[in-house]
């Protein structure tokens, strides 16, 4: 079993900067992939972002590509989402999550945290 257990959110300005921070206990942090999703009211949960075991294969959704970095110390057993030059549209539940095999999909993360609000205002 993992559990995972998000923080870092808040209200923030848009062209302001948030990181999230997801710590991860229960198996093995180094070989986890683990993945950032977001869900706003009334729309369905997307990928933001993910990183394997190897920390060189990020991936961005392309919504987030430029100004959200995703990065990982495994000595901590922790992931972060450094969110840059906020928008407004990024307001949402932030999510991580933690599967032995990097996934686009979320279906394919079996670990899930209870999320953390993050609310950018105009």
């Known amino acids: 079993q993992v559990q995972l257990v998000e923080s870092g959110g808040g209200l923030v300005q848009a062209g302001g900067s948030l990181r999230l921070s997801c710590v991860a206990s229960g198996r093995t942090f180094s070989s986890l992939a683990m993945g950032w999703f977001r869900q706003a009211p009334g729309k369905e949960r997307e990928f933001v972002g993910a990183?394997?075991?190897?920390?060189?294969?990020?991936t961005y959704a392309d919504s987030v590509k430029g100004r959200f970095t995703i990065s990982r110390d495994n000595a901590k057993n922790t992931v972060y989402l450094q969110m840059n030059s906020l928008k407004p549209e990024d307001t949402a539940m932030y999510y991580c999550?933690?599967?032995?095999?990097?996934?686009?999909?979320?279906?394919?993360?079996?670990?899930w945290g209870q999320g953390t609000q993050v609310t950018v205002s105009s």
């Open positions: 990183i394997p075991w190897l920390i060189a294969r990020t």
């Open positions: 999550a933690a599967d032995f095999r990097l996934n686009l999909d979320e279906k394919g993360y079996r670990y």
